[in-house]
């Protein structure tokens, strides 16, 4: 972000949501009024591709943790088969439980806090939606697995690995991750950071829109347009086709592009987010 924020010459630099130290991959970069959207950015479905190691946990559940416990050669004896079994069952599970060393807080406090000074933590299992675990590469002799993740916000693929681990019957971790899309957006075309120039990143900026063009959209006259950026509710009546809105958020815009993310509550738009005035 400071590269960014050196490069476009903008206070206002932010993201939506940070990779583990040791990953690599797609981080998505909001400039100027975009930062206010990093919510709604930061809830799309993202791609992962990754390498589980089997015979041993950590205690970050990846690799940049100490062992936990002795380490298990039983997963030897598994075969393909066994292994895309255990995706399985770990795909159709509704809920994770987080690694010790996550951002999950425990009384107001950081989990990884907590577990760094060394004491016990234990988190509640929390709703995730794992709509792909496949498996990608197998090698026998190292005990790796590549998988493809596709899931949820606020789904950790080192949870994944674990689960897959005791799914098996034996013990993993997370060896290697690396973020491949976040919503609409892929990591090929993305802007590397040793390039992140005033030009470079100029040519990679994306419009705002593109931010919220996973949610309902409604397009306002001038007038109720007008009104809206300054704050004034309006009756999704007016204009929502078949004269309402179910609830939640709607991106809404006028002529000239996105002007504000809304709440459609009781058949009244709210401003939520308004990004012109």
Known sequence: MARVRRAVGHRRVGHAGTLDPGATGLLVVLVGRATRLSRFVAMLPKRYVGIIRFGVETSTDDAAGEPAGERD?????????????????????????????????????????????????????????????????????????????????????????????????????????????????????????DGCDAAAVQEALRPMAEAVAHLPAVILPHADAERFKHGQKLPTADFAEGGDFASGAIAVFDAGGLIAVAEARAGILHPDVVLAA
């Open 73 to 193: 050669e039983t997963w030897r004896d598994k075969d393909r088969d066994a292994i895309l079994r255990a995706l399985g069952q770990v795909q159709a599970r509704p809920l994770q439980v987080p690694p010790a060393v996550s951002a999950k807080k425990v009384q107001g406090e950081r989990a990884y806090r907590r577990a760094r000074r060394g004491e016990e933590v234990t988190l509640r299992e929390v709703p995730v939606l794992i709509s792909g675990l496949t498996l990608s590469t197998w090698d026998p002799d190292a005990g790796e697995a590549g998988v493809i993740v596709e899931c949820s916000a606020g789904t950790y693929v080192r949870a994944i690995a674990r689960d897959v681990g005791r799914a098996l019957r034996t013990r993993a971790h997370l060896a290697a991750l690396r973020r491949t899309t976040i919503g609409p957006w892929d990591v090929e075309p993305a802007l590397a950071l």
